[in-house]
């Protein structure tokens, strides 16, 4: 015969025992429950680059119509630093939810082969493309007591005077360290290479005469060009820039076979769910398709150029290529 305190174990037993039965059905019910639709949170748009440069404007630009279309708030999010590898290393290594988005330039792209192990990334193992939105030049400037007035008097100055020209970029490997070395091979000359830490001291550089030639964007150089500070002699892309329409294209200028631009794109995560990925490809198309979003980049300097995840991921493995055969021909030493 059971005990009265045989009993109420009993039934306290059987009392927890119901307990952790809904207890355990109540955690299945939960984990059964569909996650929610993407969006449905705030988002981190990541620039690389501080406030101030190129890639700033673009992204404030861009966040509050991407907020609308999204139905979450977009925050711009600066994370500086190493030549743009910290904030596309942090990307990288977030979640591949799709709640963090790397706007960059083309440059990022490169670091995995410019900087090899320091970079941090490889943006073909480590980011998913998105889309490409915008393109534009590079502007060939020099200073403003240098003799010449075009870029056919820039190579025959350069030639006559093959250790009087110097140029400077924001670095060894740097895109336009690359850029003017594919310069060099087309015009024949030897312009000497000067590395500084950034665009800004290259360009005050260019200013004070410590170097003679440099490339910039469209936004730097034009506004020092207005104020008489240096001269814009051409631009990179193979027709003339709406911003710049009298200054000419390295082509008409008698460089054949130059072309570069300097591009921005979207990237997230690798291994983002492909319905994610379409989903921001989706809007950001319709959003640079903005009367006043393409007006404000036509006044930057870019002219609006949509893409595929699959179309910008091949134009990144072609560009790589192109880059590496560069480095390669130039002996440029990445250490």
Aim: net charge positive; no cysteine; hydrophobic share 45%.
């Amino acid at each position: 015969m059971m005990t009265i305190k045989a009993f109420k174990a009993f039934k306290t037993f059987k009392a927890w025992g119901l307990a952790a039965m809904l207890g355990f059905a109540s955690v299945g019910a939960v984990q059964a429950q569909p996650a929610a639709p993407f969006p449905s949170q705030p988002i981190k748009l990541v620039l690389s680059y501080p406030p101030g440069g190129v890639m700033d404007p673009v992204a404030r630009l861009l966040a509050p119509y991407l907020t609308q279309d999204l139905g979450q708030p977009v925050v711009v999010e600066n994370r500086t630093g190493a030549a743009g590898t910290i904030g596309a290393a942090y990307v990288g290594r977030s979640k591949p939810d799709g709640y963090t988005i790397l706007l960059a330039p083309n440059g990022v792209t490169l670091h995995p082969v410019t900087m090899k192990a320091t970079a941090g990334y490889d943006v073909r193992a480590d980011l998913t493309a998105v889309s490409m939105i915008a393109t534009g030049p590079y502007v060939l400037t020099v200073n403003r007591d240098l003799p010449v007035n075009n870029v056919r008097e820039l190579v025959e100055y350069a030639k006559r005077n093959p250790t009087k020209v110097f140029y400077g970029t924001a670095g060894v490997a740097s895109p336009l360290h690359l850029l003017t070395e594919l310069f060099n091979g087309a015009a024949g000359t030897t312009m000497t290479h000067v590395p500084y830490q950034g665009n800004g001291p290259v360009v005050k550089a260019l200013l004070g005469g410590e170097i003679q030639v440099g490339f910039d964007t469209i936004p730097g150089a034009r506004a020092l060009a207005d104020s008489g500070r240096l001269r814009m002699l051409a631009v990179t892309t193979p027709k003339r820039n709406p911003a710049l329409p009298n200054v000419p294209t390295l082509e008409e200028s008698g460089i054949k076979g130059l072309e570069a631009d300097l591009w921005q794109g979207f990237f997230l995560p690798k291994n983002t769910p492909k319905p994610i990925v379409d989903r921001w490809n989706a809007a950001i198309v319709k959003v640079m398709a903005v009367p006043e979003v393409k007006e404000k980049m036509a006044g930057l300097g870019f002219e609006i150029a949509g893409s595929s995840p699959d179309q910008l991921d091949a134009r990144i493995h072609r560009e790589i290529a192109q880059w590496e055969k560069v480095i390669k021909t130039a002996n440029i030493d990445l250490k």
